[in-house]
């Protein structure tokens, strides 16, 4: 690991993996034995997100797989475009190549889409999910949540170089972000791939996927997994009232689907609150699917 550039940040009991498929050496972090569970991060985010988490769920019998997917990370891709579904094609080589049948699901922010399109079209790799900060897809679209996409115009027009310390800002988090943390989630933009991939991201799969929520595309499908979607209470404008009337009667779009909302807690909710959102998590996959 010693090569991997920049260094991998520390993160005691991990083991790292690099898997090969067609066009893509993926980086995994894992950590634990057991029933698998896949954690997704978000954007800038990479596999370090985890760090706090995956040892708690580990150490509850399961083996944790955190992968940097693609255009973050320690993630190299020989082809560097990336279009709506192109992580999703990613990570299905990625589980196949770990022999990961099916598995639980935690993903953050753009891991998210990743997640809810393997939900979506492939329910049956999926146990549970547990999505983080970002609104089920079904849900209705309102003028209200517009607020929420108020970074977008930045990241579609990304200049390589060019900071983005400003996404952990007050707004986005609960508390102010350690100087050193916040540096190692951002150390791999250091890589002109992963700053580059940055424009990509968001014109290549962010875009379209949002377009197809605004439309209603996913309201017309059925989710078949069991899901959790969590919010912090801090993270507007994803307010408690103003999501659960936004997505009425989920019984019409989800077989089985629930809200939670923790405290003190903003859009970068497993820096807020690694443990609740672990705890969470938990509990989910035991009353989800208590009988596996």
Do not use: N
């Not at 634990?32 to 769920?57: R, S």
């Not at 078949?224 to 969590?230: D, I």
């Amino acid at each position: 690991m010693s090569t991997s550039e920049p260094p991998l940040p520390e993160a005691p009991g991990f083991t790292h993996l690099f898997v090969e498929t067609p066009g893509l050496r993926s980086h995994v972090a894992t950590v634990g034995d057991g029933e698998p569970v896949v954690l997704l991060h978000g954007f800038p985010q990479h596999w370090w997100q985890w760090h706090a988490i995956a040892p708690v769920l580990a150490g509850r019998g399961y083996r944790v797989l955190c992968p940097d997917l693609r255009g973050a990370g320690w993630t190299t891709a020989d082809d560097p475009r990336i279009e709506r579904e192109t992580r999703l094609t990613d990570l299905l080589g990625v589980l196949d190549a770990l022999e990961v049948g099916r598995a639980h699901f935690v993903a953050h922010d753009m891991g998210a889409i990743t997640a809810v399109q393997l939900a979506y079209g492939h329910p049956e790799r999926v146990r549970t999910l547990v999505q983080l900060s970002v609104p089920p897809v079904f849900m209705s679209f309102s003028p209200k949540l517009m607020s929420g996409m108020r970074h977008m115009p930045g990241l579609i027009w990304h200049r390589p170089g060019r900071s983005l310390a400003g996404l952990f800002s007050a707004g986005y988090v609960a508390r102010p972000m350690p100087a050193e943390t916040l540096a190692t989630h951002l150390a791999p933009l250091a890589r002109p791939e992963i700053d580059g991939a940055v424009r990509r991201l968001y014109r290549g799969m962010v875009l379209p996927v949002s377009t197809q929520f605004a439309r209603g595309v996913f309201s017309k499908q059925r989710l078949r997994p069991p899901t959790l979607a969590v919010f912090g209470r801090k993270d507007h404008p994803y307010d408690e009232g103003l999501v659960r009337r936004l997505c009425g009667d989920s019984a019409k779009y989800a077989e089985r689907f629930e809200l939670a909302f923790i405290d003190d807690a903003a859009h970068f909710i497993t820096d807020d609150a690694p443990d609740a959102v672990a705890e969470l998590a938990l509990d989910w996959f035991d009353r989800a699917e208590p009988a596996r």
